[in-house]
């Protein structure tokens, strides 16, 4: 796994997942092989390749195929009307070969953030240009990105709104209530916290969980696997 902030690579992962949803946008793609992939309305197909919006249920059986995942949180962009293109069913050959050797002989990060760009490039044609969020929301997030966990209440006095309608712009423009979108973040820093040494128990408690157990609820309700399936993963971070 390489790590950045509002990205990650999963390289390798050929773990079965429940049905799940999280706040990042998910490129999913069979190196070698196909995955099966479930959606809500009951049906199953094989695939090579596939993107799920901030939100959107889904459920995949990487089929021993060798997988490679990419997680891009929006930040500050609206995605309500951003329209993307029918992704294509394969990268070009050069990149898929540089993701296998990614995942064969691991690379260091300034190595690996190149083969990001061009996979975003190459799927979510006009995704830096997404508009963005309503300005308050925005201004939230990024109170909450520079100065960590702030409450409902503290934003919606700073941005001088009620905290009823902070609470209802905030689940408007990004998709998450507010209590679920710090649940987010906290997992996020515990992976972060898994790559710089910790264990999964220092990693909960560092993150603010009350404890691996509930850290490991979140995680799976959230990415559909238990957070130990990390153990098998190397985890390189900024």
Do not use: K
């Not at 009951?42 to 089929?63: C, E, I, V």
């Not at 995942?69 to 990268?91: C, K, N, T, V, Y």
Request: with cysteine; net charge neutral.
């Amino acid at each position: 796994m390489y790590l950045w902030r509002g990205r990650a690579l999963v390289l390798g992962v050929d773990s079965d997942s429940t049905p799940h949803a999280h706040h990042a946008l998910q490129l999913s793609l069979a190196l070698e092989g196909t995955f099966r992939l479930s959606l809500p309305d009951g049906s199953t197909r094989m695939a090579t390749a596939d993107l799920f919006l901030p939100g959107q249920p889904h459920r995949l059986a990487a089929n021993g195929a060798l997988m490679a995942h990419l997680f891009i949180d929006p930040g500050q962009r609206s995605l309500a009307d951003w329209r993307r293109d029918e992704i294509p069913a394969a990268l070009p050959a050069d990149l898929l070969a540089a993701l296998r050797a990614a995942w064969h002989a691991p690379l260091a990060l300034s190595a690996c953030e190149p083969l990001v760009a061009q996979w975003q490039d190459a799927w979510l044609p006009g995704f830096d240009r997404a508009p963005v969020l309503d300005s308050r929301i925005a201004q939230a997030l990024a109170l909450l990105a520079e100065e960590g966990e702030l409450t409902a209440e503290y934003l919606a006095d700073t941005l001088q709104l009620s905290q009823s309608r902070f609470s209802h712009l905030f689940s408007q423009h990004t998709g998450l209530p507010f209590r679920r979108y710090v649940l987010w973040m906290r997992l996020l820093a515990a992976v972060a916290q898994l790559g710089r040494g910790g264990n999964l128990t220092t990693a909960a408690h560092a993150a603010g969980f009350a404890d691996l157990a509930h850290m490991s609820r979140v995680f799976h309700a959230t990415f559909g696997v238990v957070p130990s399936t990390l153990s098998r993963v190397a985890i390189v971070a900024a």
